[in-house]
Structure formats: C-alpha cells, structure tokens
C-alpha cells in the first residue's frame, strides 16, 4: 500500500474548493434530475451531447490517479474523492465532519432521492456507509491516523426517511491495536440506526510507529 | 408507508432502459472525470455551461417523486433510483442482481475511482453498501417481499482493492418474521469482506399476508 501524502496550503485548498465544488454540486444536481427524467429520446440524446462535451473539456487535464492530500495545517488528508464525505464526488452527499475537542465527530447533511431505497426511506447500504465513515473518523482522529475497519454492525432501530439527517459518533475504549467506536444515524425524532465498530491499525503503520 | 407499485411490462421497460441508460452512464463518466480533473477555471466555467444545459433539457419533464415501477412478469421492482442496483442512479456500480433458483444470488460488477477510502482501496462503507443490498435481495426473494435489515455485521478481512469485484448472499434460515442471511464481497483472491444479516417483515406486511 503507498500511504505517501503530499501537503496543500488552506490558500490553495481553497483556491481549489471554490473552482471545483460548483461542478460537484452541478453534477449532484444532474444525478437527482437524471433519475426521475421523462423527456422523450430526442431531448435525451440533446442533453448528452450536452454531457459528452463537458467531460471532453474536465478531460483536458487530469491528475493522475490517486487522491493524497493533506492539509499543511491538520495533517488530515483532503479526502476530495470519498464517496461519503469528497467534496469532489457527486456520490457524496458529501458529509462536512465535526470533530469536537473531547473526539467526538457529528455532522448534518441531507439525502435526497439520490440515496432511496424502499419508497420514501433511505436505502440500508447508505446508512452503513455514512455510519461506517463517521465512526472510522471518530476513531482515526480524524482520518489522520491509518485505522480500517475491522468490524461493524448495525442495528437499524426503524426506517430512515429521506431528508436533514445528523450522524455522530465517539470512541469508546482502545485495546492495543483496536479502536472500539459507537455511532448513530438520527432524524427529528431521535436515532434510527446505531452501529458499533472496531477499527484496526494495520500491522505497516504500527512498525513505523 | 405508500407501497403502491404500478407494473411495466418488458417491451416498456426495454425502451425506457434504452433510452435513459446511456444519460446514467455518462453521468457514472463525468463523476469519474469531475474527480480527477486539473482544468482552469475558465475551463471549468465553460463546462458547467454544459451541465446546466444538460439539466434544463431534462427537468422539462420529471415523474412525480418515487420509483414504485414493478416488472409485470416477475412482481419485481424495477429500482430505477436505487443506489445499489439502480440503472437509473449514477450512483450505482451498478449491481446487476442474478437469482438462481436455489435463492442464491450474486453479482459481478467494477468499482472505480469514485468508491474509493483509502488510497487505491474500496471505501469500507461501499462494501456496507454493497452486502447489505444483495443480502436483502436473497432474504427478500428479488424485493418481491418486503423485508427490511434488521441488524447486518460486517467482517473486513482484508482490503477490498478497486476493480472488477463479486457479491455473493444466501438465506441461512427464517424463523418467524426474522430471515437470516449470510453473504460475502470477494476478488479475484476470494472474500474480502464478509456479512451476516438479519431481515425483518414490517408489521404492515405480516398484517397484509
């Protein structure tokens, strides 16, 4: 595994959020739009040409695979492209992470048709990647120490309907090598989800520490 | 709870994928691109141009809210909008579901840079994702049962790497309203992670039956 990470300044962190994150939202946008379309083939086939002459400009230039930022500042790494907190991926709902100073992170976000499973309800499998990021930043410190997941389990206490949600999530005991981690997935009315993990510092990170 | 599915018959069904299927893969493509993409604002500029074209053309019409599409043949539900197996979400892979008769199903599908966690590696939340869908497609029989996850585990027993990647989920047994399924997430190597969940029949059904 190559863990090497190169540093960005919060000047240019920002630099790149603001020319960047108006496409992400846009794309977001296209996502939810693009599942409940019924325009007829020819408007279809318009609005892809549309589509296949954005990608040709956003190919121009393309940075090499992998996404290795750090923060110069945190130490923490950017994560642009994570699927549940990426401020460049449209999969993303994208969560913003809170991390309290007692280690605590909680964060609000909002999921729309997007993350649907049965009518109404937010799928299960979107639940368990929001619970499973939240607690692996609880007890990473913030994704800035390598920890994978090792266990989870999620109890879903009831439905889980779409719409303003709050996860948040603590560390609960360390054992050695393991990280033990209790987190929620909450509406209005109080939790519907409750996941427990155990997060596992790979063998590599601990000989270099 | 509206539960209410209206049926599409093959020769609909057939058409509408044909017609709509190309707008999400081209969507899955500008996901990947929009990532990655090292462009100038300007050029940044002239393809969200693109985008909100895009958009416009396809909010002229839009269903009305929720998929609650059956297949007229197989009682299935068609999951459009689903973020697993959905032809119509670009948030999906997507998983492509195979029953077999004995109740088994499984899926093979690629996971590229958009499902990425640590550098080159699955996202531990996307196989959440991922097993805890087809675990309810085989304690389900196809979504044609409501059956809503009850607790799942998750086991990462190593890393998942990014690429091609098979789904495998079966009923264990069913005790009551309870169903217990078992599955795996495996690579060319065998099970990367593992999962063991239990479903659960709404009360709503049970009264219905």
Redesign the interface.
């Given at each position: 595994?190559?863990?090497t990470f190169e540093a960005i300044s919060a000047e240019e962190f920002e630099r790149q959020r603001s020319?960047?994150e108006?496409?992400?939202d846009?794309?977001r946008?296209?996502?939810d739009?693009?599942?409940?379309?019924?325009?007829d083939?020819d408007?279809?086939a318009?609005?892809?040409e549309?589509?296949?002459?954005?990608?040709a400009?956003?190919?121009?230039?393309?940075?090499a695979?992998?996404?290795?930022l750090r923060h110069a500042d945190t130490g923490r790494p950017v994560a642009?492209?994570?699927?549940?907190v990426?401020l460049?991926?449209?999969?993303a709902p994208p969560m913003i992470i809170e991390h309290e100073a007692d280690g605590t992170c909680w964060s609000e976000f909002t999921l729309g048709?997007?993350?649907?499973?049965?009518?109404?309800?937010v799928?299960?499998?979107?639940c368990?990647?929001?619970?499973?990021?939240i607690l692996?930043e609880a007890a990473s410190e913030g994704l800035s120490k390598?920890k994978?997941?090792?266990?989870?389990?999620?109890?879903?206490l009831r439905?889980t309907p779409l719409g303003p949600l709050r996860a948040e999530a603590f560390v609960e005991r360390s054992e050695g090598v393991k990280t033990f981690a209790r987190g929620y997935l909450l509406d209005a009315d109080g939790a519907t989800v409750e996941a427990e993990g155990v997060f596992i510092e790979p063998a590599w990170a601990r000989d270099a520490g």
């Open positions: 595994m190559d863990f020319s960047f108006p496409l992400t846009a794309l946008r296209l996502i739009v693009g599942i409940h379309t019924e325009v083939g408007t279809v318009e609005a892809l549309h589509l296949e002459a954005a990608t400009l956003l190919e121009r230039r393309q940075r695979g992998r996404s290795t642009w492209a994570n699927p549940a990426g460049r991926n449209a999969i048709p997007a993350y649907e499973g049965p009518p109404g309800w799928h299960g499998g979107i368990a990647l929001v619970l499973d990021h692996g390598p994978f997941t090792g266990t989870i389990t999620l109890k879903y439905g």
